[in-house]
């Protein structure tokens, strides 16, 4: 006979009266995998990362000096119109408005990331998260939206489509600031030129469509758990309900409250290598609601397509800064963050950061 525990779909969270016992976290270590630190408290502190406003001269500066200190910084006049955010976290919104099972029609294979489902970092925790999403990782997302939307699938591929064009070209424009408050150029870095010359052609990301419904007891959930991104960098659109949370060591976890048209930017772990360690890949988590769901829409940039090696920036190495991690293209790094979660960075270090 099925356990209580395998009968509970994250289709229905919404409708349970108590939580489950699987989806209580207790924040023990392994709860929260990254940095022992990070699992010490569900509470967050009154700090908040800074909302830089891209039309400001002093943008590099700006982004380099946030960056460098919280590995993440909130962004406003980013040029992407409230029109498409809105629709997009519509079309959000009507997905998981549907019933369970027409959601899991659309669901992700064993084989592919694409699809409905839970959180690809899951099979690393014990317990189960409040949470419920949709990954766009490559085309096979339109198969899935005409199931989901057999009339109306033409319409929400077009505002997939509008906003991983628009989302890419941002994504371009904040790799370039923040090389810049390194002393990068993009010439410096041969995938990241051609990419400039080509428009932003052949950049690649994955967009993740996450909903927290509402929770009969938030303090012991957990939306989705402590992690780091293994992109370049993440742009985040989050609706008016706020849950994320960012790690600082000095600080411990901080809010990042919602405010409208602005969007959070998190770097992740490519960056990390890039800059040879200089900006942290943030750890970040999502708390849920006692009364209030909420959605929120992650553009995951992955930096070059094709088999594109990403290594520490050759100018921000030299004899007293020696290379910490070996050259890796996305796809290879991906394959190890999946096989071995909060040790992906160190299966690659070639350099102790203490010696
Ligand atoms: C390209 C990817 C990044 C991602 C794993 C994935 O293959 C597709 C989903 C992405 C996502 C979104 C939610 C958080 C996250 C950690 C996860 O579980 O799936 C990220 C993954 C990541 O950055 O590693
Ligand atoms: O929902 C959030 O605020 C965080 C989402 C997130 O971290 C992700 O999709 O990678
Ligand atoms: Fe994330």
Request: hydrophobic residues 35%; glycine residues 8%.
């Amino acid at each position: 006979m099925p356990s209580l525990a395998e009968e509970i779909c994250i289709g229905n969270l919404g409708s349970l009266q108590t939580l489950p016992e699987s989806f209580t976290w207790k924040l023990t270590a392994a709860d929260s995998l990254l940095r022992p630190s990070s699992a010490v408290s569900f509470d967050a502190v009154e700090e908040s990362i800074p909302v830089i406003d891209l039309s400001n001269p002093d943008v590099t500066t700006l982004i380099g000096d946030a960056s460098k200190t919280w590995g993440a910084f909130q962004i406003a006049n980013h040029g992407i119109s409230q029109k498409l955010l809105d629709d997009i976290e519509s079309l959000s919104k009507t997905l998981f408005d549907m019933p369970s099972e027409r959601k899991l029609e659309a669901a992700s294979s064993d084989k592919g990331v694409s699809g409905y489902g839970e959180p690809r970092i899951s099979p690393f925790f014990e317990k189960k998260m409040w949470s419920e999403g949709f990954t766009i990782a490559d085309d096979s997302y339109r198969n899935h939206f005409n199931t989901l939307w057999p009339h109306d699938h033409t319409k929400y591929c077009g505002i997939i489509q509008e906003y991983v064009d628009e989302m890419e070209k941002l994504a371009s424009r904040l790799l370039y600031c923040t090389l810049g408050s390194l002393g990068v150029t993009v010439e410096d870095i041969e995938w990241a030129h051609k990419l400039e010359k080509s428009g932003s052609k052949v950049g690649r990301g994955a967009i993740r469509l996450n909903h927290y419904p509402v929770c009969p007891e938030p303090e012991r959930a957990m939306g989705l758990a402590a992690h780091t991104d293994s992109t370049i960098l993440t742009i985040l659109h989050q609706s008016n309900t706020g849950g994320l949370q960012v790690f600082r060591e000095e600080s411990g976890w901080v809010t990042v409250e919602p405010a409208p048209g602005v969007l959070v930017v998190n770097m992740g772990d490519l960056f990390h290598i890039l800059s040879n360690g200089k900006i942290p890949s943030v750890v970040h988590r999502a708390k849920v609601n006692h009364t209030r769901s909420r959605i929120s829409i992650a553009y995951l940039w992955g930096g070059p397509a094709g088999d594109v090696q990403i290594a520490p920036i050759s100018k921000l190495t030299g004899p007293a800064e020696p290379s910490l991690y070996r050259s890796i293209t996305w796809k290879e790094y991906l394959q190890i963050k999946y096989e071995v979660f909060d040790k992906a960075m160190d299966a690659i270090r070639v350099v102790n950061p203490t010696n």
